[in-house]
């Protein structure tokens, strides 16, 4: 069975840094990518940040581009979120998802993904 759990969201001030980290479980995680999605009250949910199976490939959206980073330990089966220079309109539940490995990949559509994680909320005080 496989399984992705979030943690490491909580209440930051503007400005602020939080690292959210996901544990996979139940897969080869190097045989999927991964993504992170957010999703804000009334908001659809949004691509974030996306990493290949092996690390050497990140992608972001352009919301976040120079403040996020993404990286991987296969050994440990985690993918950890860094997210620095956070702001108000960056609150949301983030999630973590993976991907079969696969060509063609699109790693900014949710669709893309096979399993996905409950969540965990960051709130950004301005």
């Known amino acids: 069975q496989v399984q992705l759990v979030e943690s490491g969201g909580r209440l930051v001030q503007a400005g602020g840094s939080l690292r959210l980290s996901c544990a996979a479980s139940?897969?080869?995680?190097?045989?999927?990518?991964m993504g992170w999605f957010r999703q804000a009250p009334g908001n659809e949910r949004e691509f974030v940040a996306a990493?290949?199976?092996?690390?050497?490939?990140?992608y972001f959206a352009d919301s976040v581009k120079g403040r996020f980073t993404t990286s991987r330990d296969n050994a440990k089966a985690t993918v950890l979120l860094q997210m620095n220079k956070l702001k108000p309109e960056d609150t949301a539940v983030y999630y973590c998802?993976?991907?079969?490995?696969?060509?063609?990949?699109?790693?900014?559509?949710?669709?893309?993904?096979?399993?996905w994680g409950q969540g965990t909320q960051v709130t950004v005080s301005s």
């Open positions: 139940g897969v080869a995680p190097s045989a999927y990518a």
């Open positions: 990493i290949n199976w092996s690390g050497s490939r990140t």
């Open positions: 998802a993976a991907a079969r490995d696969r060509p063609g990949w699109d790693h900014g559509n949710s669709r893309e993904y096979d399993y």
